[in-house]
């Protein structure tokens, strides 16, 4: 077993308050349980979100979902669903949440600092009627996943105020960033998988 890095640990909340302190009441009180005219909007205006999820023993998963703006059904204010589009069928978020239907969700909407975020307990379903609703070029999802909200709120833009991540003038030079293939490639240790068989993928 390998010596952590980590030292003086905190494990106790009180450390942990005596530490960073407590939230001041508009954070507390900006909290509701539903979604409101304001997070229905931002919902129907968000073309991508987060989904975390973690299986029974605790291991965590968190999932890209992304789609045109408004493609995540507002069922009424306590229930939305996130429909399940093809994927590389590793099913993480799905599996997750057949053993764990606690769920949060991150909305983000371009060129927007602040966030949507959403906790409550998710589920899987079939129900064709609502799933007929979020076709797309005449294809219906085959699960959808069902979202009761329990907690809604926007979270405030200081995350990506310090990572300039909606200025353009900061972005890097697309040449000089990580390759996305050969980090497969390389992970995958394939005999007869090449960068050029990744890349036709």
Known sequence: MSVSPFRERITTEQELRDLMGFPGEPVVKKVIDHLDPHCREFIGRSPFLLLATADNTGACDVSPRGDDPGFVHIVDDHHLVVPDRPGNRRLDSLRNILSNPRAGLIFLIPGMEET????????????????????????????????????????????????????????????????????????????????????ER
């Open 116 to 199: 949507l975020r959403i906790n409550g307990r998710a589920c899987i379903f079939q129900d064709s009627e609502l799933l007929y609703e979020m076709e797309v070029k005449g294809k219906i999802p085959k699960v959808g996943i069902g979202m009761e909200v329990e907690e809604c709120y926007i979270h405030c833009p200081k995350a990506f105020k310090r990572s300039h991540l909606w200025q353009p003038d900061t972005w890097p030079n697309p040449a000089d960033l990580p390759s996305p293939v050969q980090m497969a490639v390389d992970h995958m240790k394939l005999p007869l998988v090449s960068q050029e068989k990744v890349e």
